[in-house]
């Protein structure tokens, strides 16, 4: 008996089940998580370019002599030339970094079996400074005591490069925003705003502007270094929703 009440009430809680869940179902022809909105996607790329407010100079002083220790302080001592020669003419001490230093030994290959020539050590330095003292630093440092002058590059501050990548984003979001008006129009659509909206592109400027040396008829005439623009680019990616 208990049998057949049961089975009544079973089917009666399935049906006032299945009336609670109904309205929850996607109507036909659609899917549960669409909107049916119309969608333009584009992408758009900005760029700015600036002049260059920071010279990184990297410069090395290098010796090699018959023993490490010997190698080791000679260079030791140039590389404290070079940097008292930089901070008197008022470059901050923060603003020359040590990049690398080696000490190796150096053999002559030419015979049989190599040769124990010496040993050479390696102190390289960066420099920061205004872009308009850049030759002024390797004037400084190659007369100080810097062995080799391996490159020198322009580029921008860190608030520099930020204020430079807001503008590079604006126009990135306003070429976008032009190519997708343009595709509402020719479809007969009007954009009416924004779904999704995805960042690209580097933070950082490139490629960096070569520097070159004036050429010059005094062999004693000061470097003097010519950079050239930075540019710093940024690029949208844009899902617009249109009706």
Known sequence: MQRRIIAPLLLVGLVLLAGCLSPLQAAPGESANSTNATTISATGT???????????????????????DEARGTVADNVSAVRTALTDAGIAEDDIQTTGFTIRPEYDHGGEKRELVG??????LSVEVAPDRA???IDLAVGAGASEVQNVRFTLTDETRAELRSEALTKAVESAKADADDVATASDLTVTGVQTATVGGSNSPGPYPVAFEDARTTSGAPT??????VTVSATVEVVYTAE
């Open 46 to 68: 900005g760029e700015v370019t600036a002049d260059a407010d920071l010279a990184v100079v990297n410069i090395a002083v290098t010796h090699t002599a018959d023993s490490a």
């Open 119 to 124: 040993y050479r050590a390696v102190h390289t």
């Open 135 to 137: 030759g002024e630093v």
């Open 224 to 229: 003097e270094l010519t950079p050239g623009p």
